[in-house]
């Protein structure tokens, strides 16, 4: 895919910024749109263009990408009067990277489809220095053959750039991450503050544990974070629920019952009702530690 | 600690006869005794002794090690009328290594130190294979004098040593593992077959989740085997069962609540009152894949 194309970026926020940057400094042309125009400031100095709105971004950009929030926020951009299913030209690549509903990754999918659009879905998991970095893992659902010719410019984002399936896939393959997470975070908390209560040194027990069968990501990286008390952000704590919620409607349209899922949920939605949804995921250690 | 002492070693499953033999290469003499002697067999042969009772050889060994199954065998080679604290030597060795209950632990160092003789719990980690290449890891609780004298001896059965604080605390340890383990277990299996039940191929699923956040030893050793429902054990579903029994009487006794934990064990009592307690803990996948 020519480097010369324009892309047009929706979403300037932690993430879409940084992807922003390393998507220029390959050599592509960006132009950019966000809700709070000042989120925008960064990137607009680094060289992007200011569109005034997302139809003028769609009709003018070969490639539509969108990393925003929510997936009401998905829903908007891509179906409102102004977004980008009526306004994209014949042809476009549109793809949502945000962490959105496997469903309405669907829906997107079959109207751009009709529309004469290429649409993919392509979720990233790696966070705010996985984007700097350029590292992403980019989870893709859509035609293989849109994703085969968006390849080169996702590997300017990311690293481990996997094609999951039909349209959805990768917003499946996200849950599938965030599923796992969920209950290992409950685990990694249990067993921290198990270990404070039979009256050990939490960290001198992470010694004996972190490099055997209870080791993960999150042990290694989070629970120190816990038993310093650090819940500085991270992953936030109201983005983690937005993406259990996710998963657990799919999974019951789907039929199916994640009792692991629902417990971390619960969990992490009482500590969000305490006030905590601002702080990172490793904050559920406060609700165990009182 | 003179390597030429007299081990007494008891229980010779799959654990305690890699243990035995890699102590007998270290040059240290083992006497052995085992509930069933054929289990015995591989380690007189490699040159230990049989002793015919727990008595005897607690009579004629500077440490007695045991690796057992349940908290009810240590409670009767140790307190029984024939058991260790009633036969072994003044300033012996007693050292369990058994996954163990913590509370039962703390007794066994009291009523030995009453006895004058020296008390370790000393659970650990690592399997089969750990214990076959000397690499198990070694969580230590007791009096750190006795840990640092028994140290050369546990550096020939393990590699990452660590002693963890008064009596108990190594079986404490050792929980806080197993409870880091059990929700993790519970996350793995429901992202696998949420993957599934979404039409994805979940293996193609693995590649893009495998070395991000949602990262472990069991995501990485285990769920490959639950898609090639290979559910030969490693480690076993009923003794997983046991462990988590012991972790949740513990919490209870420390009035702590242990949610993910209660799940997993019902869980797991659930796969094994479908007959499937001698099987690995990746049966648990067999649970949800139905």
Redesign the interface.
């Known amino acids: 895919m020519d480097s010369e194309m324009n892309i047009g970026f929706i979403g300037t926020g932690v993430m879409g910024k940084s992807m922003v940057k390393n998507l220029m400094k390959a050599g592509y042309t960006l132009s950019v749109f966000t809700r709070t125009k000042s989120k925008a400031d960064e990137v607009i100095q680094a060289g992007a263009s200011w569109k005034n709105s997302i139809a003028e971004l769609a009709r003018t950009s070969d490639v539509i990408i969108s990393m925003v929030g929510f997936p009401e926020d998905v829903k908007e951009i891509y179906f409102g009067e102004d977004g980008i299913l009526k306004n994209a030209r014949k042809n476009a690549y549109i793809v949502d990277m945000t962490t959105s509903s ?1 469903i309405l990754a669907e829906k997107i999918y079959k109207k751009a489809h009709a529309s004469g659009l290429h649409a993919l879905d392509a979720p990233v ?3 705010d220095v996985g984007a700097e970095n350029g590292s992403l ?1 980019i ?1 893709a659902g859509g035609d293989e053959a849109d994703f085969k010719k968006l390849a080169p410019l996702f590997s300017t984002i990311g690293e ?1 750039i ?1 094609y ?3 349209a ?2 990768g917003q ?2 996200k ?10 975070m ?10 404070k ?6 960290e ?2 992470l ?3 972190t ?9 290694s ?1 989070l629970a120190p974070r816990m038993l310093q008390h650090d819940f500085a952000p991270g ?1 936030y704590v109201k983005h983690f629920i937005k993406d259990m919620g996710i ?1 657990l409607e ?2 019951k349209q ?3 019952t ?4 629902e ?2 949920e619960r ?1 992490y939605q009482k500590l969000a009702d305490a006030g905590e949804g601002n702080k990172g995921t490793q904050a559920l250690y406060m609700l ?1 530690d009182d």
Chains 1, 2 share one sequence.
């Open positions: 496997p998991s790696g966070g893992t989870m481990n996997v999951q399936g039909p959805g896939s499946h393959t849950m599938s991450n965030q599923i796992t997470i969920a209950s290992n409950v685990g990694v908390c249990e067993a921290m503050v198990y270990a209560k039979a009256g050990l040194n939490p001198t027990v010694e004996s544990i490099n055997g069968a209870a080791g993960s990501w999150s042990l990286n992953f998963a799919s999974a789907m039929d199916v994640l009792p692991g899922l417990l971390a969990l165990f």
